[in-house]
């Protein structure tokens, strides 16, 4: 081939992501992806989304890649630009959410320039990512970037990274584009079908929990199926939130707190426990017991991957394979049992409806937690997508958020980091731009990205930040008083977040009551453009109503 016939590698690099349909990368460009930013100026397919911080980059890719199962993809310079996509990548590879960050580098051939800004990016990024490589030859452009695709979207979804030093985005190859290739993953195998519906057959009291690898619309809508079919009542994990409808009248709850909920209570009563896309990132809804003590319950895994053992989970029989059709093949094989009994589950799930909805129905102000929890639930509509950043404000909404379509509450219940909310609901909104979309945060982690008011106003978008305002690092303060320690250390001022918002372009209010809110929620929900909510909350019942009130309900049941 003629040299004129060659392309520039970093025009080559584009068009191997339009292969892969990317449609945005977010990110903040440096000195090191000039040659990439060119060729991306020239694409008809991909915007470049220029974010104030790598991080909020990052968390948009995830998010993205959360909702269309396609890799997100995030752009940074070398060094320092790198090192603030860590969080982002630790949250997409915790979390199961296909990223491909790219990031520059200084030329690797020849270099003038000593050391300066330069790390070891690509060993950094490999004990949190599911692939790093560093571009070495343009010739292999199109592999790699297509095996980062592919690595990052197949199960467990996660963060993928290439670097792309300067000299070898500006060398000229005659590569290709790799297509993508057509995957179905392996069904499980027959005979572990028949052990699995063998033991749901004979027990007396199964049930179902759904997690985090249940979150996929194929497996939302067998399981669903099967639940019609069986009646067999469900729970979910935080990150299985919304994978059926929580309307259900067999839905038992989320399993928002460690032990001692309503949902645990439920949990003790099963002889039987499906746990359907369990990955050990996070917290155990119900612990196994291998020490001696009488535990009779025969726990089925099922997932695309076979369960990783810890002290408190080794399952007795494993469905290994693709979850939707492993769930079709059970659920075509199945027989509802006469000895099936849900009673006591199912009084456990009525009193916690009765507890929720007496906590809701406080209005003092500041408002309580729960009843801000039943006002955003109440004035958004089914397909309205919430997105959590990290605080206690989070047990709050796992536990009394009804999630009615999958993906409508994003919370991280993984790494669990702070600064995810509003990236999180801007990615959201991209994605699903007729739907509302709120994100919830608390005043700590909203000013750990806050700066991305100004892209979320850049780019027109429509949502709504309430922020939970307590003045301090609440859940850290609430466990150090539940452990007996001296109230020291994690209070803080804020700015005048009315004035924060308007300052940005976007909308500000303040909340003056319970009444107040219900009324701006209403009117953030039907105006257009980015508000912003400053709401006083009142944490002084957490250790209370999380703890006491509900160990002492349940087991009066």
Request: glycine share 8%; aromatic share 8%; proline share 5%.
């Amino acid at each position: 081939m003629a040299e004129s016939d060659k392309r520039k590698a970093s025009d080559l690099f584009i068009e191997c992501l339009e292969q892969e349909g990317v449609e945005y990368i977010f990110g903040v460009p440096g000195e090191e992806n000039l040659d990439f930013l060119d060729s991306l100026s020239r694409s008809k397919q991909i915007k470049l989304i220029l974010t104030r911080h790598e991080q909020g980059a990052g968390f948009m890719a995830a998010t993205y890649g959360r909702h269309t199962g396609k890799a997100g993809v995030c752009l940074s310079t070398l060094g320092p630009g790198a090192t603030n996509f860590v969080t982002a990548a630790a949250y997409a590879t915790l979390g199961g959410m296909p990223m491909l960050m790219i990031t520059g580098q200084k030329p690797i051939k020849k270099s003038k320039q000593g050391r300066f800004q330069i790390l070891d990016v690509v060993s950094m990024m490999q004990p949190i990512t599911k692939y790093a490589h560093q571009m070495a030859s343009s010739d292999n452009i199109p592999s790699r970037v297509r095996e980062a695709f592919r690595i990052a979207e197949e199960e467990k979804p996660g963060a993928t990274h290439i670097e792309l030093p300067e000299d070898i985005a500006d060398e000229h190859t005659d590569s290709r584009p790799v297509p993508r290739s057509i995957v179905r993953r392996p069904t499980a195998d027959v005979k572990s079908i028949v052990q699995a519906v063998d033991a749901l057959q004979t027990a007396k009291r199964p049930v179902l929990v759904i997690g985090a690898g249940a979150n996929r619309k194929m497996t939302s809508k067998m399981l669903s199926e099967f639940v019609e079919k069986t009646g067999i009542p469900f729970l979910t994990t935080q990150l299985g939130k919304g994978v059926i409808d929580e309307r259900h009248p067999k839905f038992l709850g989320c399993a928002a707190l460690s032990s001692g909920d309503f949902v645990h209570r439920a949990i003790e009563d099963a002889d039987c426990i499906v746990n359907i896309g369990h990955d050990v990132i996070e917290k155990p809804p119900f612990f196994m017991h291998n020490d001696g003590t009488r535990d009779d319950r025969t726990v089925i895994h099922i997932s695309t991957k076979t369960a990783e053992v810890d002290p408190v989970y080794f399952p007795h029989i494993e469905v290994i394979g693709d979850i939707a059709n492993a769930m079709w093949q059970i659920k075509e094989a199945i027989t509802p049992s006469p000895k099936w009994n849900f009673d006591s589950m199912l009084r456990f799930r009525a009193a916690e409806v009765e507890h929720t909805a007496k906590l809701a129905a406080d209005e003092r102000f500041p408002i309580f937690p729960p009843h801000a929890v039943q006002q955003v639930r109440d004035a958004l509509p089914d397909d309205a997508i919430v997105c959590l950043d990290n605080g206690v404000y989070k047990l709050w909404f796992a536990r009394g958020y009804c999630a009615m379509k999958p993906n409508t509450v994003l919370l991280d219940n993984a790494l669990a980091t702070m600064g995810a909310g509003l990236p999180s609901a801007m990615a959201s909104a991209m994605v699903y731009p007729e739907r509302k979309v709120f994100a919830v945060c608390g005043d700590g982690g909203f000013m750990m990205n806050s700066q991305e008011m100004e892209t979320a106003v850049r780019l027109g978008l429509n949502l709504t930040v309430l922020i939970l305002n307590d003045n301090a690092y609440g859940m850290i303060r609430w466990k150090q008083a539940n452990m007996g320690f001296a109230d020291f250390g994690l209070n803080y001022g804020n700015p005048d977040f009315v004035q924060y918002a308007q300052s940005y372009g976007a909308n500000g209010y303040r909340v003056e009551s319970a009444a107040h809110l219900k009324e701006l929620l209403a009117h953030c929900r039907n105006t257009p453009g980015v508000h912003l909510i400053d709401c006083p909350v009142d944490y002084s019942e957490n250790d209370r109503i999380l703890n006491t009130e509900i160990k002492e309900l349940s087991r009066a049941l």
